[in-house]
Structures are given as C-alpha cells and as structure tokens.
C-alpha cells in the first residue's frame, strides 16, 4: 500500500542566526540573500516542487519580515502596474502563499530541532509531513524534496537526506548507522546526533530535509534532552528504528548541498547561484576569473 501524500512541511526558522551577526541582529537569517533571493524561497521552492501544499513556520520574536514576506504587498504591486514592470510583478508571484496555505507558531523558548517541529504538532495532525531546514540549500535539477517524496512512496515510514561527508566533520551531524546499503537508499539500524568523531557509526550525514511520520511528533513528547542539552529530532527518529518502529531510511540525494548556516557555505552558494544565472554569468565569471589571476600574481 502506498503512503499517505506528503502535502505538509515544517519550516524551523526560530534560530537567532548569531554566526551570522551583527547583520541578523535586525533581519532574520532565512531573510538573508544568496543573489536576490532569500534563503527561505529556495527552501519554498523546493518544497512546493514536491507538492507541499501547507507550510508550517516555527518562528519567535523578530522574524516578524518573514511573515511579511510572504504576504502580498498592495502598495508595491500598484506601483509596479502603474509603471508596467510585468516582469516584477511576475517576480514577486513566487512570494505569494495562497490564503490559508502558510500558518506560523512560534517557539517561545530555543530547547533545539525536535522541539521547534513539536510546536507544530497541532497543525501537522496525524499525517505524514516533510520538514526542511532552510540553512541547507541544495541545488538540484529534481527537488531533493521531490526525490525524496518519490523514494518515500516506495518505503513508507521516515525518510532523511543524507550525504556522506570527511569522516572528521561527522561530529556536526546528525550519523546514520547503516543497517543495508541499497546504493540511493540506505535503511538505518541507528542515528546518532553530533556524536564524537571517534564514536560516529558511519561518515552518512544527514542533511536538513525529512519525510517523518507523525509517530515522530508522539516521541518527541518524551523525549528528554539530546546533544548540546538540546531536543534532538534526530533522537526522536530514532526511536522508530527497530522493532515496534515505522523505520528510518537515508536518502542519498542527487544535487549539491550549501551549508548556508556558515559563512563559507554561504558565499560558495553566493558563488555558485551567481554563476548559475544566464543574466550574471559572464559579467561574473569574468570578474572571479580577473580576480584569481591577480591573486596568483602576486604571490
Ligand atoms: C541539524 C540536525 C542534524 C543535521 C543538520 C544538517 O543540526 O540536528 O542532525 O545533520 O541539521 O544541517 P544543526 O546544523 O542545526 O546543528
């Protein structure tokens, strides 16, 4: 039998983004831009190209631009029409939610991951949902989510993305312990949140982008504190492997990730969605390229 539609996607953006000070002191993280973009339309896009139909943001005090974001902006869109800028108005289609379709909760206290996505517990209801973290940015010709959704029709229970990443960095992910590897899809035995890089079970992280099911939202009432003194999602998916579970799966998606939660991350995804648009390309690339050749000439 095939599962339930993934129609629902949580989005935790309560973070205070404090790598990224003084700028979030004012903005919210996922409103910064890679190009003219913020973070959070990438993540919208992508979960939209799965057939997210319900967004879900978990947010606290000041994010209130995001909510504004999102909503339509009378003034600007008169203006645009007045002046015939189809073209941005055409732009601004994509900041647009249908009425009813974005709901947000806030988080009133920062207890971690698994505790964010619990906030959204009512909204979710008993179904199964998506959860996409906004920091990791993947570049794909087919949506992660997407893919993901299409793997999870065949699997059912809870899905992660995973990537395999230099063993010594394992300890700032959450690691799969791999019980069979079936090449795209692994099905896992274990999962372990920020474990020490001697102890990981595996160098198969897991990537900001889940297909849970709501017995996740059950666990994470119990779940006591994690890594970091934190509710871990990780931990709570983890107790759906073994017997009385609905199972967890790795994801080997196809397409490349950016770590937008660090600043390398960050402009290495500048770059590269820079480098990817047909209006900046050249003047772009040129520049990078003149920029290189300078350096290497005055070493
Ligand atoms: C979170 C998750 C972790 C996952 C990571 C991916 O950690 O807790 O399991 O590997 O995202 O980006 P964070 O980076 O928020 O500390």
């Known amino acids: 039998m095939k599962p339930r ?11 205070l983004g404090t790598r990224f000070l003084p700028a979030t002191k004012s903005i919210p993280k996922e409103i910064m831009t890679l190009v003219d973009r913020p973070l959070i339309q990438y993540a919208i896009d992508e979960a939209r190209a799965a057939g997210i139909k319900e967004f879900i943001f978990v947010t606290s005090r000041g994010k209130s631009a ?16 007045k002046k015939g800028k189809d073209d941005l108005l055409e732009v601004l289609k994509d900041t ?7 709901a947000y909760v806030r988080q009133n206290r920062p207890m971690g991951l698994g505790h964010a996505v619990w906030c959204a517990r009512r909204l979710i209801g008993n179904e199964p949902f998506a ?12 949506s992660c989510l997407a893919q993901m959704v299409e793997a999870y029709e065949q699997t059912g229970g809870n899905m992660v993305a995973a990537m395999e990443v230099p063993p010594p960095k394992a300890s700032a992910y959450g690691v799969l312990d791999i019980a069979e590897d ?6 896992a035995k274990g999962m372990v949140e920020k474990p020490k890089a001697e102890e990981a079970p595996s160098n198969l992280a897991v990537i900001g982008r889940y297909i849970l099911s709501p017995k996740v939202l059950t666990n994470l009432n119990r779940m006591k504190q994690g890594a970091g003194g934190e509710i871990q999602l990780t931990d709570a998916i ?9 199972g967890v799966y790795g994801y080997r998606f196809r397409g490349q990730r950016y770590d937008c939660g660090s600043k390398a991350g960050f402009l290495q995804a500048t770059v ?11 003047e772009f690339s040129a520049y990078l ?3 290189l050749a300078q350096q290497k000439a005055a070493q």
């Open 5 to 15: 539609k993934v129609t629902k996607a949580v989005f935790p953006v309560a973070g």
């Open 66 to 81: 995001l909510e504004d974001y999102f909503d339509h902006a009378p003034e600007l869109e008169s203006a645009l029409r």
């Open 96 to 102: 647009n939610m249908d009425s009813g379709a974005i």
């Open 131 to 142: 959860v996409l973290l906004p920091d990791d940015v993947i570049a794909a010709e087919k």
């Open 182 to 187: 079936m090449g795209t899809i692994v099905r």
């Open 238 to 246: 983890a107790e759906e492997i073994g017997e009385g579970g609905s």
């Open 272 to 282: 590269a969605f820079g480098m990817a648009r047909d209006d900046l390309r050249d």
């Open 289 to 291: 390229h003149d920029t």
